[in-house]
């Protein structure tokens, strides 16, 4: 009896060993998790590439403002702009003079000459606050004089251009200085027509080879008079400001980064210190902690996974112990 109790007391104190080493490796990993997930929770990247993102923009979800969510991704470095149409390539994007500068692999471009590639229409959610911008223009290649009106416009369309919406110029300044390679049509035609709606373009391309898009670029402090031709599409943005926006990048109240919750869409503040209702040093609101999704799912699924499977472990290694007297004791007990 004796050697047989001696053994059931040390199996007894080997698995107590056990559960508290566990226990303690548990409670690390907890710990771990959460001061992770509170890291990454006030997260937000200030640049993608070369290209600065601020307000009201932002590349991880529950930055900026949400009436751009997901609107810009960055894959390796690359910044895009998503729409319905595609995802575009984001070449510059100005915040004084609120504009995206994208570019269309589809479109014609000098390299093509009189060789026309499949195209697809450039299109904007219309319940965005993007808008095509008026400086850009769109030139047209090969287009079928039976279905398009095609044909110079008269003089009097500088003024009064709401007159002449429905030709294509074929005399347009553009068509007869191609920025960047003014000889690279030798036998296609062109013309220069400006969509209103993505209809428009949509039956253009129907009747006509290809396209591709030309904005105005701003050179000095004149920009009416000071311009320059460049291939890209010119979308402008609004920026959304709001007092709570203001008061958070404060840097008198904290300096925080405008947000929003995931779930709710309501304004927060995003602080080092977790995220706050109206700005990071009012201790006065209401704080929360783990609302910025993006970086820290990862570190979600890997600490829950590892923290389930460790109680798993533990259960199982407790239903092994040795029972004296067929009860547990209370001071053993964990679970």
């Not at 373009?201 to 129907?206: E, S, T």
């Not at 959304?240 to 304004?267: A, N, S």
Request: glycine share 6%.
């Amino acid at each position: 009896m004796s050697t047989s109790s001696s053994k059931s007391h040390m199996a007894i104190s080997l698995a107590n060993n056990c559960i508290t080493t566990l226990s303690i490796f548990i409670i690390f990993l907890i710990l771990q998790f959460l001061s992770i997930t509170e890291a990454q929770s006030s997260i937000c990247r200030n640049s993608c590439g070369d290209i600065p993102i601020q307000y009201p923009f932002g590349i991880d979800d529950g930055c900026g403002s949400p009436y751009y969510r997901h609107i810009l991704v960055c894959t390796g470095g690359q910044l895009q702009l998503r729409t319905p149409s595609g995802r575009y390539p984001v070449r510059n994007l100005s915040y004084i003079d609120p504009h995206i500068l994208v570019t269309d692999p589809l479109m014609w471009n000098c390299l093509d000459g009189d060789n026309f590639r499949p195209t697809r229409p450039f299109s904007l959610d219309t319940s965005t606050h993007f808008t095509l911008s008026s400086e850009n223009d769109y030139l047209f290649f090969n287009c079928s004089e039976s279905d398009v009106l095609v044909e110079p416009k008269p003089m009097f369309c500088e003024r009064f251009p709401d007159q002449c919406d429905s030709t294509c110029d074929s005399s347009s300044y553009l068509c007869r200085h191609m920025p960047e390679c003014p000889t690279a049509l030798r036998s296609s035609s062109c013309c220069s027509y400006y969509p209103k709606a993505t209809e428009s373009l949509r039956l253009m391309l129907k009747h006509c080879a290809s396209y591709t898009s030309v904005y105005w670029r701003n050179l000095g402090s004149t920009p009416t008079f000071d311009q320059a031709p460049e291939y890209g599409i010119r979308v402008d943005f609004d920026i959304p400001v709001t007092t709570r926006c203001l008061q958070c990048q404060d840097t008198v109240k904290g300096g925080g980064t405008c947000g929003f919750d995931i779930e709710t869409q309501d304004f927060l503040c995003l602080c080092d210190k977790g995220n706050s209702t109206t700005y990071c040093n009012d201790h006065t609101s209401s704080h929360r902690r783990g609302v910025v999704a993006g970086t820290a799912t990862a570190v979600s699924v890997a600490g829950a996974f590892g923290i389930g499977a460790g109680v798993w472990y533990l259960k199982k290694l407790r239903a092994k112990a040795p029972v004296t007297h067929g009860v547990q004791t209370n001071e053993n007990r964990l679970f």
